[in-house]
């Protein structure tokens, strides 16, 4: 039992940090960690039934969440970084609806997130960013009332997937010798 909710859509601001390490003028090394709020929301494809055979009417909004991962990337210009990253994935999942009394619970859940993107240096110490994430995030390692039936937002099976897609600016705040041409 549980409740898998594919999110649809909405808008996210927020901020990251991070650190990169050339390791060759091709290779690079780094992690970062990010946060946003979010509008986003959508409803639940149900995997349970209810002893009388009908359905749980859901709905679920994402109002924040962050990440902390990896990323290795190749320059393929100097200022052209591609990069694949991944790691952990933290939200507040709040869901409305349900059964047998249960309306509203909200929880801070966990999982995992990956993708990729694009960096251009577009002048020294500033780049611009594009870049894509599937995350899925889920309940905690409990099963309400002993029997598995994904009533509670903490249950192991309650899951929270999405696509972002995000554009952003960064200042890179170069802690060697200024180099004469914007780099990574």
Request: aromatic content about 14%; overall charge neutral.
């Amino acid at each position: 039992g549980g409740v898998t909710n594919n999110i649809s859509g909405g808008i996210i601001r927020g901020g990251q940090v991070g650190y990169n390490y050339q390791i060759t003028p091709m290779f690079l090394v780094g992690a970062e960690a990010d946060f946003q709020g979010t509008s986003m929301g959508g409803g639940a494809q149900q995997s349970w039934l209810l002893y009388n055979g009908m359905g749980v009417n859901q709905s679920t909004s994402i109002p924040w969440f962050g990440s902390v991962r990896g990323r290795l990337g190749v320059t393929i210009m100097p200022t052209l970084l591609v990069y694949a990253t991944g790691g952990f994935a933290y939200g507040d999942a709040q869901r409305n609806g349900g059964a047998i009394g249960w309306n509203y619970n909200s929880a801070t859940q966990t999982g995992w997130t990956a993708g990729g993107g694009a960096e251009w240096m577009f002048m020294p110490n500033w780049s611009a960013k594009a870049e894509y994430l599937y995350t899925d995030l889920s309940g905690g390692n409990m099963n309400e009332y002993g029997w598995n039936a994904g009533v509670g937002l903490n249950n192991v099976n309650n899951h929270s997937r999405w696509n972002t897609v995000r554009a952003g600016v960064n200042y890179h705040f170069n802690l060697g010798p200024t180099p004469s041409m914007p780099a990574f």
